[in-house]
């Protein structure tokens, strides 16, 4: 009997050499993530100031199908994070098997270089001539508040170095200062026509008032009109003969002081700009 139970015992033995009778228990399953290690990497493009333009891109090591969760929000399989503000985000991977990288801290700041820069613009005009017309009206413009300033009259589109912009017509000019960083300063900047000196201007004011709607407004006797102010230059000769020399225009004579007026502007050279 001990003889047989000991063959047995033998025999199971053996059997369970060939065949591993272990006890049949379901083991734990391995960890997929154990030992794993995902680092990220966040490269950024800085938003510029006030805008919502900024983005994160995020690469995974090692090589692998990720998918990307800003500010633990839901995972995404895009690895770009668009449309961002400035701020600080946190930003995690996580591979197929679910396993998760550290968090990764990313601060996005404003990439504005203009940032802070209060570039200031001091205009200064000559007029253009009127009688003849003539483009030879100046801008000058003072920058300050930075450097490296380049100018511009034309609304942006080309710049110069000097700050000087010479032989203008009479109008309006959108001038831009620019400097080193591209930070601009715009102003609407006027070349006014010259208005005239004063004795020419008191001749003038005297005729519309004495002349009236015989020279002015239309008025054309004798093939004359004054509504142009270079027809009173032109005529000045004219002028000077049927009013003070004459005295034969306008009908009701001139005062002496009126004539004087205009003896005082012929005297200074009868010019628009006497
Ligand atoms: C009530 C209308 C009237 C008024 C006011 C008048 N004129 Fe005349 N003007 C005429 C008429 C009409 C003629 C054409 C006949 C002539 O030459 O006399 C003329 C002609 C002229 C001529 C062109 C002839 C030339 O000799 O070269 C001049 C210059 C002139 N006027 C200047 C003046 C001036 C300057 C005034 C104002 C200070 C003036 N007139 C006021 C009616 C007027």
Not at 218 to 239: A, E, L, M, P, T
């Amino acid at each position: 009997m001990k003889k047989i139970s000991l063959l047995s015992a033998m025999f199971l033995f053996a059997t369970c050499i060939i065949f591993s009778c272990k006890k049949d228990t379901v083991a734990p399953p391995a960890n997929p993530c154990t030992g794993v290690v995902i680092s990220i990497n966040a490269s950024q493009t800085a938003p510029t100031t006030g805008q919502s333009n900024g983005s994160i891109t995020v690469t995974a090591t090692p090589n692998g199908t990720y998918t990307y969760s800003i500010n633990s929000g839901a995972y995404q399989s895009s690895n770009i994070f668009s449309n961002l503000a400035t701020g600080t985000y946190t930003i995690k991977a996580k591979n197929a098997d679910g396993c998760e990288s550290a968090v990764s801290t990313v601060t996005l700041s404003s990439s504005n270089p203009c940032n802070g820069i209060n570039i200031t613009l001091t205009p200064v005009t000559t007029f253009a001539d009127v009688c003849p017309t003539t483009n030879n009206g100046s801008i000058t413009l003072t920058a300050s508040g930075s450097n490296g300033f380049t100018y511009s009259k034309d609304g942006g589109t080309t710049f110069q170095a000097s700050n000087v912009f010479s032989n203008l017509a009479a109008g309006n000019y959108p001038v831009v200062v620019k400097d080193v960083n591209g930070c601009t300063k715009s102003q609407s900047v006027t070349v006014s026509a010259n208005p005239g000196g004063v004795k020419f201007n008191l001749v003038r004011n005297l005729m519309i008032a004495k002349c009236g709607s015989c020279h002015f407004n239309g008025g054309n006797n004798g093939s004359v009109n004054f509504d142009d102010k270079c027809n009173i230059v032109n005529q000045w000769d004219r002028i000077n003969f049927r009013c003070v020399v004459q005295g034969t225009m306008p009908p009701t004579p001139l005062s002496t002081s009126e004539k004087q007026t205009i003896t005082d502007w012929v005297n200074a050279g009868h010019r628009y700009i006497d």
